[in-house]
Nanobody, 128 residues
Framework: EVQLVESGGGLVQAGGSLRLSCAAS?????????IGWFRQAPGKEREGVSC????????YAQDSVKGRFTISSDNAKNTAYLQMNNLKPEDTAVYYC????????????????????WGKGTLVTVSS
């Protein structure tokens, strides 16, 4: 059974940092997947934040987080990370990780509906 488990969320002041982790299990071959981070703020639609193609390390990010958020992966641990720096109140949301097999286009477009598997999310709250 494929499982994605997020951790690392919490409450932080504006300008602070958090690192989210996404631990994956049940995959036949982790490096055949792309892992994306998505977020959903109250009353808003889920949106793509950043994505990494595991086998070659290609990354994508939405414009609002470029220069502040960095996605990475540790293939030996089947884990992806989202390092978030200079956090802003508008970054407050539930953050989800998701996986898609052979997900080059899904990763590039950051469309939630193209992802195959989802975690349950971790809450990030940024106070002003």
């Amino acid at each position: 059974e494929v499982q994605l488990v997020e951790s690392g969320g919490g409450l932080v002041q504006a300008g602070g940092s958090l690192r989210l982790s996404c631990a994956a299990s049940g995959f036949d071959t982790f490096d055949e997947y792309a892992i994306g981070w998505f977020r959903q703020a109250p009353g808003k639609e889920r949106e793509g934040v950043s994505c990494i193609i595991i086998n070659d390390g290609t990354t994508y990010a939405q414009d609002s987080v470029k220069g502040r958020f960095t996605i990475s992966s540790d293939n030996a641990k089947n884990t992806a990370y989202l390092q978030m720096n200079n956090l802003k109140p508008e970054d407050t949301a539930v953050y989800y990780c998701a996986a898609v097999l052979a997900g080059g286009s899904a990763c590039q477009t950051l469309y939630p509906h193209l992802m195959d598997y989802w975690g349950k999310g971790t809450l990030v709250t940024v106070s002003s």
